[in-house]
């Protein structure tokens, strides 16, 4: 079974293993005639390869994208756009120790079950956070698509280890400050927070060990009326896409879990026209409301969990000898995926709101 998205006429299949040959996407659906600046493309990319700040892996990949079809000077001709990334800096024997003892908080184990042992281990395989390099690509490509609509995507590092940024304002995101948050090496809204944030990220790597943290996305531009009810809503194709990101543990939309707090009277978003235009006095409910959109800004939060890898002894079991055991994880990993994982879930969600536009 492939791992990918089929959102009507849209469809991303990842291919590829953490260790082997390289990893890759093919997009399927995209109109034909579409300009695509690779450039642009490789500076989304970028924002997500690892930083020389003592908070991300030593893994040094260029990640520069091979586009090997479906794309003929300069544009989408309407085929299946297809993408390999090589990789170049495997370190395999790094993960000798782990052939049979399953690294807790990873697939190993589940993979192993799943696949019956025939699963590539090393760097976590299929499973790995290197297979987001890919969904980061054709997140780009999405990206660019929503561009024509008047659509764009901003998220930043909402909380690290307890310390929090500001909120987006629910109402109204200026697109300068999006350009400024996606130019930042810690993409944060209030600067003054980033700082806390690292010292937090190195604190846990200099006791062997990591922290998560929450993401916010908001998708601005895209008009009342975009999505479906029930089971293929706004809110689901987002999750879906979000969920594919192997570090994700929550998704939530708008105030999210804290509905359960509210009441009525301050859960619902009130209205009023403005210019012939339907509006809300708050945004409460995330600019989605029966899986469709409302037309202010759709917002969503994502919790990314501590990176499982790290470096204190842990208990597990060998699932080959079946017996119990001690493990000691090596390697390069990220002491904190927050801010790396932030042009990710970008990327899920360019891909999920385009999907309800071609």
Known sequence: MSSGLKFGELSVSIFGESHGAGIGCVIDGLPSGIELDTGRIAEFMARR???????STRRSEADIPEILSGFYRGRTTGTPLAALIRNTDTRSQDYDNISSAARPGHADYTGSVRYEGANDPRGGGHFSGRLTAPLVFAGAVCGQVLERYGIESCAHILAVDGVY???????????????????????????????????????????LDSVGGIIECAVTGLPAGVGSPMFDGLENRISQAVFGIPAVKAVAFGKGFGFAEMRGSEANDEM???????????????????????????????????????????????????????????????????????????????????????
């Open 49 to 55: 390869a690892p930083k020389k700040d003592g908070m």
């Open 165 to 207: 940024d500001d909120f987006f304002d629910e109402l109204d995101i200026p697109a300068r400050l999006m350009k400024d948050i996606k130019s930042r090496e810690m993409p944060v809204i209030n600067e003054s927070r980033a700082e806390e944030m690292r010292e937090r990220v190195l604190k846990a790597a200099s006791e």
């Open 272 to 358: 009023y026209i403005e210019n012939d235009i339907v509006k809300t006095r708050t945004n409460n409910n995330g600019g989605i409301y029966g899986g469709i959109s409302s037309g202010m800004p759709v917002i969503f939060t994502a919790a990314v969990r501590p990176t499982p890898s790290i470096a204190k002894p842990q208990k597990t079991v060998d699932i080959i000898r079946k017996e119990n055991t001690e493990l000691v994880i090596k390697g390069r990993h990220d002491a904190c995926i927050v801010p790396r994982a932030v042009p990710v879930v970008e990327a899920a969600a360019n891909i999920a709101v385009l999907s309800y536009l071609i």
